[in-house]
């Protein structure tokens, strides 16, 4: 389920895992490199340091393109909570993702929101983006890539 307004998109997905397994996920360079691929994605580079404060790099590939995002983990709350800034070479300024992993009967609904994107088409395509990314890691956490 997606919802988007104002620079701002929502993602919700369903996962039939503890919170605990989802959230690490999202803190596993190696293993984000399995999931990390929206679109014609064809690798991903990945460099994590998950503290508050610490920073990231995510490198999606497209053939002989890469496309660098950045940012710095500003909530680190096992397994509640991880927000980080986004920031890619086409921002300006960098935007602020939000991940809450409810646990919920039967496992975890995780709730993505992206704030501060600069135009319609910038949420239009972060949230098929994301859309992707979370169903990739569904087939990731239940060994069905």
């Known amino acids: 389920m997606t919802n988007a307004t104002e620079g701002r998109l929502e993602v919700r997905h369903r ?3 503890p919170p605990e397994r989802v959230f690490d996920a999202w803190t596993d360079a190696e293993g984000m490199r ?3 691929r929206p679109g014609p994605t064809t690798d991903v580079r990945t460099r994590l ?3 508050v404060g610490g920073s990231y790099l995510i490198a999606m590939i497209f053939g002989e393109n890469a496309i ?8 680190v709350d096992r397994p509640r909570r991880l927000a980080f800034t986004w920031m890619a070479a086409h921002f300006d300024t960098p ?7 409810n646990a919920v009967d039967g496992g975890t ?3 993505l929101v ?16 994301w859309g992707t990314i979370v169903e990739l890691l569904e087939g990731v956490l239940s060994g069905t890539p």
């Open 15 to 17: 996962y039939a895992h």
């Open 34 to 36: 399995a999931w990390m």
């Open 49 to 51: 340091d998950v503290r």
């Open 68 to 75: 660098e995002h950045t940012g710095e983990y500003l909530v």
């Open 95 to 101: 935007t602020q993702v939000t991940i809450d992993f």
């Open 109 to 111: 609904e995780l709730v």
């Open 114 to 129: 992206h704030e501060g994107l600069p135009s319609e088409e910038s949420v239009t395509n972060h949230t098929d983006g």
